[in-house]
């Protein structure tokens, strides 16, 4: 990070403390990185030890007039609190000057997810003739059959599937390890593509990843998203459907289906609850909009209420 003296060796530290301590992800650090990188381009060479609370709300307005978002700027806010709780913890600074930043409010936007009957035209949308098909099958329908993030369905090691035991091991944030359950149709997919394409995609290499590419080198995440891109158009679905919205669609299917809010928080690897609890409120939304469009009294519509003539009972 260039600026700040001597912040380089600083945001070095606190970024191998991160990945080493804290079991962050890379796109974590990177985040981190950038973040700490726009705050030392703003700060211009100021010394640690002369930045305060102002300074840092200083910056917040800076981000605010160069028109960043309330979530990007409450990101900046925990990336700050992050550094400098760090650099105080080592005794480079005497106190926190960014905890008592106040990060701005965030409104709660509800997930995004396909309904089954585009969800199924999605997963049928790979030519199980075509060079990859097998495989781009076999991706989709784990990731809506586990819920994985996509950093963890390329991640995903050969070893890491027991067809046996119908599970999936899975290293997601933080370093932390789950066993998420795979449905027989999902594990078939996986089956008939390790079986009948990855060895023709390998050509003979070794890998330890279960996806592979056509050059035989580890599926990526930005790889995916272009599969996915190119199949949801097939599938003629024309909003937007990224990773983590079947991420979504797993988990508001399950709770649908009568799935308990514990077992869908184990199975999406979620450390806190609450994040969880964001699915029960699409659950009440598509509720209420049921009750909207089938209840007779409940029709937000004007409608004239029949008249019963005394003496001449119901209509017929």
Not at 250 to 275: K, P, Y
């Amino acid at each position: 990070m260039a600026g700040l003296t001597p912040s380089d060796e600083r945001v070095r530290s606190y970024l191998h403390f991160c990945r080493i301590e804290k079991g962050l992800a890379a796109n974590s650090l990177h985040a981190y990185r950038r973040d700490l990188a726009r705050l030392s381009a703003f700060l211009r060479r100021l010394p640690l030890t002369f930045i305060n609370l102002d300074t840092l709300r200083s910056y917040l307005d800076h981000l605010r007039a160069a028109g960043l978002s309330n979530r990007s700027i409450a990101r900046h806010v925990t990336t700050l609190r992050g550094f400098f709780g760090y650099l105080m913890e080592e005794g480079v600074l005497p106190a926190n000057p960014a905890e008592l930043l106040v990060a701005p409010k965030i409104g709660t936007s509800l997930p995004k997810y396909l309904d089954s009957f585009r969800l199924n035209h999605l997963l049928q949308a790979p030519r199980e003739d075509s060079r990859t098909g097998l495989r781009d099958r076999a991706m989709l329908d784990l990731l809506y059959a586990s819920g994985l993030r996509v950093s963890e369905l390329t991640a995903l090691r050969v070893s890491d599937l027991d067809e046996s035991e119908g599970m999936v091991r899975v290293i997601g944030k933080g370093n932390k390890q789950r066993l998420v359950p795979v449905g027989r149709e999902a594990l078939r997919a996986v089956e008939r593509y390790r079986s009948e394409q990855r060895p023709r995609l390998l050509k003979g290499r070794v890998t330890p990843y279960l996806f592979v590419t056509a050059r035989g080198t580890r599926m990526t995440r930005q790889g995916f998203w272009k599969l996915l891109r190119a199949h949801v158009k097939n599938a003629g679905i024309f909003h937007g459907v990224s990773p983590h919205v079947v991420r979504h669609t797993f988990a508001t299917h399950l709770l649908e289906g009568g799935a308990d809010l514990r077992s869908v928080q184990a199975m999406l690897g979620h450390a806190d609850i609450g994040t969880t609890q964001i699915y029960t409120h699409v659950m009440r939304s598509r509720l209420r909009q049921t009750v909207d469009q089938h209840h007779p009294r409940a029709s937000r519509k004007t409608n004239s209420p029949t008249r019963v003539t005394a003496g001449k009972g119901l209509p017929a």
